[in-house]
Nanobody
Framework: QVQLVESGGGLVQAGGSLRLSCAAS????????MGWYRQAPGKQRELVAH???????NYADSVKGRFTISRDNAKNTVNLQMHSLKPEDTAVYYC??????????WGQGTQVTVSS
């Protein structure tokens, strides 16, 4: 059974930093495109950052320059380093693994709360 397990969420003051990690198991991790999504209360889930199997990255405009996505294929992990956090970054953050737009796996989510 495929598992994506997120960690690193928590409560932080505005301007602070957090690092989220997602550990994947039972997939050929290096072949998957990986992403971080978030969902705030009352809002739709949105893409935060994405990294392809080849290492190309893209970011939501709202996090560009503040967040960095990275992957370690040897450890089957994808990370999201978040700096200069804002209250509007408060959400549940989900890890996603996608293969050829056909196979799609999600983690259970980790809460990030940014206080003003």
């Amino acid at each position: 059974q495929v598992q994506l397990v997120e960690s690193g969420g928590g409560l932080v003051q505005a301007g602070g930093s957090l690092r989220l990690s997602c550990a994947a198991s039972r997939i050929i991790f290096s072949t998957y495109n990986m992403g971080w999504y978030r969902q705030a209360p009352g809002k739709q889930r949105e893409l935060v950052a994405h990294i392809t199997s080849a290492g190309y990255t893209n970011y939501a405009d709202s996090v560009k320059g503040r967040f960095t996505i990275s992957r370690d294929n040897a450890k089957n992990t994808v990370n999201l380093q978040m700096h200069s956090l804002k209250p509007e970054d408060t959400a549940v953050y989900y890890c996603n693994a996608r293969l050829k737009e056909v196979i799609d796996y999600w983690g259970q989510g980790t809460q990030v709360t940014v206080s003003s």
